[in-house]
């Protein structure tokens, strides 16, 4: 792994637009709905097991958190979408944060969409992957929890999910990942890698466009 990620650190957090720090340098986010493992796999994927905490309550972080890499990268958890039981109004505005993000962040490289590998591909996914599509910002997909899959089912899973993607023209790569396994890690660092301008070796996983 390169060392960059075992070196990162908490960085602040926001909860509107407004409180982002200044736009530059790279910056990767990490989206996907509440329950998918998002905090889990950037602690994996850093091998800084408290670096995001993570909640037995689904939904409950509603801020941009951002974790630094050096003075030029940072990783960025953006808040868990589609299974916190929270009113209404509060959905819809951090819908409308998420947009607005994705759409106008100059320095963002990159999207790592996280997706249950059990339960992929729902409503605000495909939502997500619009915005980014809009936004031309490329995209990589981890199927998280792949453990809980037998080999046979998990692949089945990832072609799935490759073709639904291919149909909908929506263009992004796709992986399986588990953060309790460790799966999957070097894979994802090799697509950051490229993103964070760290090496020009492509990704090992074939992109579905």
Known sequence: MTQLYRHAFYDGSATQLSE??????????????????????????????????????????????????????????????????????????????????????????GLVMLMDSRHPLKEFDLQMLNWAKQASLPVHILLTKSDKLSHGAGKSTLNAVKQQLLKAELPAS?????????????????VLDQWFDITTQAPAEETAS
């Open 20 to 109: 982002l720090p200044e736009d530059n340098g790279m910056e990767v986010a990490f989206a996907g709905r509440s329950n998918a493992g998002k905090s889990s796999a950037i602690n994996t994927l850093t091998g800084i097991n408290a670096l995001a905490r993570t909640s037995k309550t689904p939904g409950r972080t509603q801020m941009i958190n951002f974790f630094r890499l050096d003075s030029q990268r940072a990783l960025v958890d953006l808040p868990g979408y589609g299974y916190a039981k929270v009113p209404e109004k509060i959905k819809l505005r951090w819908q409308q944060t998420l947009a607005k993000y994705l759409e106008t962040r100059q320095s963002l490289k």
């Open 174 to 190: 796709v992986q399986l990942f588990s953060s309790l396994k460790k799966s999957g890690r070097d894979q994802v660092i090799e």
